[in-house]
Structure formats: C-alpha cells, structure tokens
C-alpha cells in the first residue's frame, strides 16, 4: 500500500499534484473518515488519475451553537483509510491557511433553495459550505469533485453553483453508504450512544416507508410521518426538525401534484446530535 502524501499548505499542494497524469479529483471533507467516505474515493479514482482528498473542519458551515469545537478529528486515521483507499494526495490545512485574512467578508449567497429545509434550520451551513467549495476549486483546481448523495441538499447547490458561475468542475453524486442496521454513515455517529442509536435507526426507517408510498406526495409523507411519530416516543425521543420531498432537479418543495424525481429528506435531532438523511425516488412511479 503506497502512503497517500500529507500536504498542510496551497503552496506544497501545487508542487506535489501532477496534472501531467491526466485528471484530477477532488473529495472534500471534513475528516474522520469512514466507509461512506471511502466509497467517495474510490469512486473519484474510477474518474480522474489523481485524486486529492481535503480534510478541513470548515468553522464558516457552523452556528454559534453548533458543534465546532468537538467535532471529530483523527488525521493519522484519516490518512490510513485515504491510503488503504490509494489517494494520491490529503491536503489538511489549517483555518489560517485557508482564510489567511482571517473570516472573509466576502461569502457566496446560495440563493433560495438554501433557506429551505437544513438550510431554514442552520442559516450559516450553506453560505459557509459553498464559499469554502469555491475557495477549495480554486486552490486545487480539479476537473471532477465527488460529493455524497446522504447531503442531498448540499450537493444540489453545489450543481446549482457551477453551473450559474461557469466553474470548468464536473460534479459526481455517490449513493448512500449506510451501516448494516440502516443508517446513514456519518461521522457524527460516534456521538450517538447505543440508545440513542437505536432511536437514529427511525430516519431512514421513515424514508423507506416513504419510498414505499410513492404514489402520490401526500402519501409518502403520511407514511414518513407515521415512522417519525412512533420514534418520538422512544428513549431517547426523536426530535424531527424537517420533514421534506423535493424536485430532484431544483430542490424546490414538492407540490401535492408532482410526478417525477424527487428526494425525500430528513433532519432530526437524537440528544445533542444532528442528523442528516435523504433518498432519492420518484413520485408517482
């Protein structure tokens, strides 16, 4: 196994990735890397000769009661699995290195989409994730960047982006990598106690019902909201903070009516942790 190298600054990322191999790729993260990541980078190097993997916590994306400060951070276990997986560069810089002139006044408005959904309930996510992707697409300049389909909302403004601003970046959706009991992998599981994974099991429980139900929007939602209803009266209780099914397209909501592709999304909270879930179906089918 040929160890994946460590760059922490831009200047050390240009001498070491060598775009005379052909195409790069690019995944973004933010560390402590699991299966669903590692599903990322594989897919990355089916698409490109060179594939960067950043690791960078981004303090824009959070809130002021958000958990910044104790989200998970392992680099030397974030540098085996890219390894194991064969990427040929980790860039891991720090904040000073990335925003030099500090927090920039200067941030992307993603638009109205953004303010729905995950975005209705954390207001700094998007403008934050969207400015460091901008700021990442510059530094390393990739030809293709992978993104996780389990953020589907993110990864929809992200196509939105680049494509509304001519970015020269073609962007891949990877499905879902879900542990065997059906959650979605993230690295905000390891918060999650034992009871309170049993509890995290409801989100995509309510999905698949969902999906189920596809006939019509109000049904698939009915069918959701059954599954979410049960888990909240469950020890640790369940707190759902949205519960959506969009065009699959534009991320707008969905009407009564709509036929089509489609995402359904849901945001909960178990104790302190947030979670994030999506599936893509279509209406109607």
């Known amino acids: 196994m040929s160890r994946s190298a460590l760059v922490r600054s831009v200047a050390e990322l240009a001498e070491v990735v060598d775009r005379g191999r052909g195409p790069v790729a690019l995944v973004m993260t933010m560390g402590a890397l699991h299966a669903g990541h590692a599903e990322l980078i594989r897919a990355a190097r089916r698409e490109a000769a060179t594939v960067v ?6 303090p824009l994306q959070f809130g002021a009661a958000e958990d910044f400060d104790r989200y998970p951070r392992d680099l030397d276990d974030d ?3 890219c390894s194991a997986e064969e990427a040929d560069v980790v860039f891991a810089p720090t904040a000073d290195e990335v925003y030099p002139a500090g927090e920039p006044m200067v941030r992307l408005d993603p638009g109205p989409v953004a303010r729905t959904h995950e975005g209705a309930l954390r207001p700094d996510l998007f403008p934050g994730i969207l400015t460091v992707v901008t700021k990442f697409f510059h530094l390393v300049r990739p ?21 509304d601003l001519n970015f020269p970046v073609r962007i891949v959706g990877v499905p879902t990598v879900r542990e065997p009991d059906g959650v979605a992998m993230s690295s905000r599981n390891a918060y999650l106690s034992p ?6 099991r409801s989100l995509s429980r309510a999905l698949r019902a969902a999906r189920d139900h596809r006939d019509t929007t109000a049904n698939a939602l009915a069918a959701a909201t059954g599954e979410l209803e049960a888990a909240t009266r469950l020890d640790p209780p369940l707190l759902v903070k949205s519960l959506t099914i969009v ?6 909501v969905a009407p009564e009516d709509f036929r089509g592709a489609a995402v359904l999304g849901v945001i909960a909270r178990v104790g302190d942790t947030h979670l994030v879930d999506h599936l893509p179906v279509v209406i109607g089918d």
Do not use: P
């Open 247 to 252: 065009d699959a397209e534009t991320f707008a």
């Open 53 to 58: 993997v950043s690791v960078f916590v981004n």
């Open 143 to 163: 030809d293709v960047a992978v993104f996780g389909e389990k953020d589907a909302q993110q990864l929809a403004l992200v196509r939105r982006m680049v494509a």
């Open 195 to 200: 009871a309170e994974r049993v509890t995290a």
């Open 79 to 81: 540098l085996e699995l």
